[in-house]
């Protein structure tokens, strides 16, 4: 079993940074993929970005933008988040799968969330 926990939520302004992180445990940490998702209010969640050791993949929306990446020592993957919009606005969650997909319904764990609010 993989317990997961986010943090580094909040409110910033427009063009302003946020770095979320997600706490891993349960399981060897180099053995999951984990994967950022995000779900506007009255939205699907959405894939966000994913890293699997040196591999990372962005959503079209978030690349150039937001930056993913791990310590496996610190069992923790980070989401570093710049020039932040509105559009951002979303719970985001931490999840953790075996391979490597974009879509939710492929990871297994996931964690509780933490709120992102960006104002213009």
């Known amino acids: 079993q993989v317990q997961l926990v986010e943090s580094g939520g909040g409110l910033v302004q427009a063009g302003g940074s946020l770095r979320l992180s997600c706490a891993v445990s349960?399981?060897?940490?180099?053995?999951?993929?984990v994967g950022w998702f995000r779900q506007a209010r009255g939205k699907e969640r959405e894939f966000v970005a994913i890293?699997?050791?040196?591999?990372?993949v962005y959503a079209e929306s978030v690349k150039g933008r937001f930056t993913i990446s791990e310590d496996n020592a610190k069992n923790t993957v980070n989401l570093q988040m710049n020039n932040l919009n509105p559009e951002d606005t979303a719970v985001y969650y931490c999840a953790a799968g075996t391979a490597i997909q974009t879509t939710p319904a492929a990871y297994t764990y996931w964690g509780q969330g933490t709120q992102v609010t960006v104002s213009s």
């Open positions: 349960g399981r060897t940490f180099g053995s999951s993929v």
């Open positions: 890293i699997r050791w040196k591999y990372t």
